[in-house]
């Protein structure tokens, strides 16, 4: 059997897009698209996984890769891939921001370290929540449901010049203002103690000046501040829970599910 040129494109095509998806999507994506996963192991998964989904496209368009048609349905692939991904990586950015916050609010906030997913100096109890929020994250699924969401939008939003909407641009958008607010509804069981407890120190100051304040409070707060987070973590997993579960309703609507 002979195999033309055409052919030949065709199939590299074939392949490519569905490749570029799934490729932006683990990229974008919490725990896979950190950098404690080796680049050769992600290449490798995306190519297993477009050869499987390969069969289960319901038809590519018989366009050149290199074409200006070509490059629209690219750069189509890569944005749906990466709408995907990104959605649950805010949850993540909520964390951190919500583990700053009460790293500030008891005293902590200089003690940090190298994030090893994200390359960058967080706060230890934001290092805390992401260690935490990555294993609900692994312990719901959600490493497979995205897989599978991916695998699934080739039907829902096939292979094409036009793929993400202005509309799911927009949700995503607004879903951003969730990361501050979600960070908010994280934090705010612990800043509202750390404020009681401040609050304290100010009123033990007034009725004794001669506490030097700078010397007792410090440690006082530290102390109590390890005391409110070991009361208040186990609410934090039904909030982590439910912010995770918004983002993949999300993902699920720019994907047409």
Sequence with gaps: ??????????????????MMRIGAMLLAMPVLGTRLLPTRVKIITTFVLAM????LIPE????????LQGMFISVQQ????????FTLQLVFGA???????????MGLGFASMVDPANGVNVPMVSQLFIIIGTLVFLALGGHLMLIQLVVSSFQTLPIAPTGVTRESFWSIF??????FIGAVWVAIPALISMLV???????MTRAA??????????????FMGFIVLMLVLPGFLPRINQMMLEAMQLSQRIAGL
Excluded: D, H, K, R
Excluded at 1 to 18: D, H, I, K, R, Y
Excluded at 60 to 67: G, I
């Design 197 to 203: 407890i401040t609050l304290s120190m100010g009123v």
């Design 174 to 179: 607004a879903w951003g203002s969730q990361m």
């Design 1 to 18: 059997m002979e195999l033309g040129f055409a052919q030949a494109t065709a199939f590299v095509a074939s392949l490519l897009w569905p």
């Design 60 to 67: 590519v368009p018989e366009v050149e890769a290199l074409s």
């Design 78 to 85: 890569v944005l749906i891939g990466i709408a995907m991904g």
């Design 95 to 105: 964390l951190m921001v919500a583990g700053e916050a009460i790293a500030m609010s």
């Design 52 to 55: 499987v989904v390969l069969p």
């Design 209 to 222: 000046p001669q506490l030097n304040i700078f010397s007792v409070g410090f440690p006082v707060t530290m």
